[in-house]
């Protein structure tokens, strides 16, 4: 017998299960033709499948976004009792467990629904990927006409928001924000409305079982209980001194058994708006789906006292603007280096499918390790905005573009803030010197204000920053090569 477990994104609790005690193939993927079927923007139509070998299985990929076993693309490889696999570099998890053994470790109603499994003839188990315990208004992609007469049953699961797929769109026309437009589109018609049926955060939903603590004495300025007092304990953590404060969140320096690490949450002006929740749990969703050293971890998402709060990994280094601002201008090659190293992480970003958008590249948001120096990018938290239905822009002026909270943005809100970046790093002036308004208020960067530099440096900056969209980049790779010539000249 072999039994499959869809676990959950960020708990990796276990939410749904399949066992399988006759078949000498397991098929798992978008089409209803599987036997496992995962409705999916990062899913392929046939992904995967478990094929038995004598008294052995192996893991046969299939998908073209690939699947990953420990981090590592695979082929083809044996499988191993309680291995788990990854549909895509940001798709859905899978445990595999093989023996009767793991029925018998299973909640009843899993153990019911893996039962079920042995029990499906053509008519596979749907699993829609969509919020838990809400009304399933993104629909699965269209299917073919031979599957017209599938009518399989669906169990709601939660996973992140950029893998759902909107209504009418297939996998291979994805949408292009990284969470879905109808998710935040309830969000902002419940504001809007004053309704009682905002969407009900995650951390409420059944499957979640994201951690609910109680604090002990906090006592910063923007948190519950607060005084002019030492800093002291939030749930596990204890909290040492804030590391800064935007329009939206606060973030602090912490502890937990002697660990440093970085405390995200909301500050009070926003910590009772209907969607603060559902805000932090986006950005945690989407943290916990990347693995690169060049952005910080996610260690830990729990609530205290009604507020959310994100533990990240404490990055030691220092930020480059700090640099620049200690330093003065870099060199030209010393400031392309810099933004080619920014370029590789949006590389990783932007070919996830949909691609995940960062929506703040600036030099506050660019960290360097010390003593390697190796580039770390922060500052996801603008997605926080968009789903508390912010219109100001978040950063500096001039450094994002219009579109950048807009949910139909594309990766070019991240290739723009390379330009007043790179400014920056070159001139040490703040980019609004660069920049003009636009439209009675909005600012747009102008490369024609720079002076003093190359025409060919000059139109790489006109290209990532103007407003007729087909000068644009097709894509971060090509900015970086048209950097990288610069440097060999």
């Given at each position: 017998?072999?039994?499959?477990?869809?676990?959950?994104?960020?708990?990796?609790?276990?939410?749904?299960?399949?066992?399988?005690?006759?078949?000498?193939?397991?098929?798992?993927?978008?089409?209803?033709?599987?036997?496992?079927?995962?409705?999916?923007?990062?899913?392929?139509?046939?992904?995967?499948?478990?094929?038995?070998?004598?008294?052995?299985?192996?893991?046969?990929?299939?998908?073209?976004?690939?699947?990953?076993?420990?981090?590592?693309?695979?082929?083809?490889?044996?499988?191993?009792?309680?291995?788990?696999?990854?549909l895509a570099r940001s798709g859905p998890n899978i445990q595999i467990r093989l023996g009767?053994?793991?029925?018998?470790?299973?909640?009843?109603?899993?153990?019911?629904?893996?039962?079920?499994?042995?029990?499906?003839?053509?008519?596979?188990?749907?699993?829609?990927?969509?919020?838990?315990?809400?009304?399933?208004?993104?629909?699965?992609?269209?299917?073919?006409?031979?599957?017209?007469?599938?009518?399989?049953?669906?169990?709601?699961?939660?996973?992140?928001?950029?893998?759902?797929?909107?209504?009418?769109?297939?996998?291979?026309?994805?949408?292009?924000?990284?969470?879905?437009?109808?998710?935040?589109?309830?969000?902002?018609?419940?504001?809007?409305?004053?309704?009682?049926?905002?969407?009900?955060?995650?951390?409420?939903?059944?499957?979640?079982?994201?951690?609910?603590?109680?604090?002990?004495?906090?006592?910063?300025?923007?948190?519950?209980?607060?005084?002019?007092?030492?800093?002291?304990?939030?749930?596990?953590?204890?909290?040492?001194?804030?590391?800064?404060?935007?329009?939206?969140?606060?973030?602090?320096?912490?502890?937990?058994?002697?660990?440093?690490?970085?405390?995200?949450?909301?500050?009070?002006?926003?910590?009772?708006?209907?969607?603060?929740?559902?805000?932090?749990?986006?950005?945690?969703?989407?943290?916990?789906?990347?693995?690169?050293?060049?952005?910080?971890?996610?260690?830990?998402?729990?609530?205290?006292?009604?507020?959310?709060?994100?533990?990240?990994?404490?990055?030691?280094?220092?930020?480059?603007?700090?640099?620049?601002?200690?330093?003065?201008?870099?060199?030209?090659?010393?400031?392309?280096?810099?933004?080619?190293?920014?370029?590789?992480?949006?590389?990783?970003?932007?070919?996830?499918?949909?691609?995940?958008?960062?929506?703040?590249?600036?030099?506050?948001?660019?960290?360097?390790?010390?003593?390697?120096?190796?580039?770390?990018?922060?500052?996801?938290?603008?997605?926080?905005?968009?789903?508390?239905?912010?219109?100001?822009?978040?950063?500096?002026?001039?450094?994002?573009?219009?579109?950048?909270?807009?949910?139909?943005?594309?990766?070019?809100?991240?290739?723009?803030?390379?330009?007043?970046?790179?400014?920056?790093?070159?001139?040490?002036?703040?980019?609004?010197?660069?920049?003009?308004?636009?439209?009675?208020?909005?600012?747009?960067?102008?490369?024609?204000?720079?002076?003093?530099?190359?025409?060919?440096?000059?139109?790489?900056?006109?290209?990532l920053t103007h407003a007729d969209h087909s000068y644009h980049y097709p894509s971060v790779e090509?900015?970086?090569?048209?950097?990288?010539?610069?440097?060999?000249?």
């Amino acid at each position: 017998m072999i039994t499959l477990l869809l676990l959950h994104p960020l708990k990796r609790n276990p939410v749904q299960s399949w066992s399988f005690e006759n078949e000498s193939v397991v098929r798992i993927g978008r089409s209803t033709d599987n036997h496992v079927i995962l409705y999916s923007a990062v899913v392929s139509r046939h992904h995967v499948e478990l094929r038995q070998s004598g008294t052995n299985w192996e893991i046969v990929n299939l998908g073209t976004n690939g699947t990953y076993l420990d981090g590592k693309r695979i082929t083809k490889v044996p499988v191993v009792d309680g291995a788990i696999i990854r549909l895509a570099r940001s798709g859905p998890n899978i445990q595999i467990r093989l023996g009767m053994e793991a029925l018998k470790e299973l909640p009843d109603h899993l153990a019911s629904d893996a039962l079920a499994g042995q029990r499906i003839d053509h008519h596979a188990t749907v699993t829609d990927i969509t919020d838990a315990g809400q009304p399933n208004l993104e629909q699965a992609p269209s299917q073919d006409a031979s599957d017209a007469d599938d009518d399989p049953p669906t169990g709601l699961i939660p996973v992140p928001p950029h893998l759902r797929i909107p209504k009418g769109e297939d996998a291979a026309n994805p949408p292009s924000s990284e969470f879905s437009t109808s998710a935040i589109a309830r969000a902002q018609m419940s504001q809007r409305s004053g309704l009682a049926s905002s969407p009900v955060p995650l951390a409420q939903q059944e499957n979640r079982r994201v951690s609910h603590r109680r604090s002990n004495r906090v006592t910063s300025p923007d948190l519950p209980g607060s005084s002019n007092a030492e800093l002291d304990v939030v749930g596990d953590y204890r909290v040492l001194e804030v590391l800064g404060q935007g329009d939206v969140g606060i973030t602090y320096l912490a502890e937990r058994k002697g660990e440093p690490l970085v405390l995200k949450t909301l500050n009070s002006d926003w910590i009772n708006h209907p969607n603060s929740k559902p805000a932090m749990e986006v950005e945690a969703e989407l943290l916990e789906q990347l693995s690169s050293p060049s952005i910080p971890k996610l260690l830990d998402f729990f609530v205290v006292d009604n507020r959310p709060y994100l533990a990240m990994e404490k990055i030691d280094g220092s930020l480059l603007s700090q640099q620049v601002k200690q330093t003065g201008s870099f060199p030209l090659k010393q400031a392309i280096a810099k933004v080619l190293k920014v370029c590789d992480i949006l590389s990783y970003l932007h070919h996830f499918v949909p691609p995940v958008l960062h929506r703040n590249i600036e030099a506050s948001n660019v960290m360097c390790r010390e003593p390697s120096d190796d580039v770390v990018l922060i500052g996801f938290g603008a997605v926080k905005s968009l789903v508390l239905g912010r219109k100001e822009a978040v950063g500096s002026h001039g450094c994002t573009p219009p579109e950048q909270l807009s949910v139909n943005a594309t990766p070019q809100v991240d290739l723009y803030g390379l330009a007043p970046m790179l400014a920056y790093l070159l001139t040490g002036k703040n980019p609004v010197t660069f920049c003009r308004r636009q439209d009675g208020e909005r600012y747009q960067f102008m490369a024609d204000a720079l002076t003093g530099f190359s025409n060919r440096l000059l139109t790489i900056i006109r290209r990532l920053t103007h407003a007729d969209h087909s000068y644009h980049y097709p894509s971060v790779e090509a900015v970086s090569d048209d950097l990288r010539a610069l440097l060999t000249t």
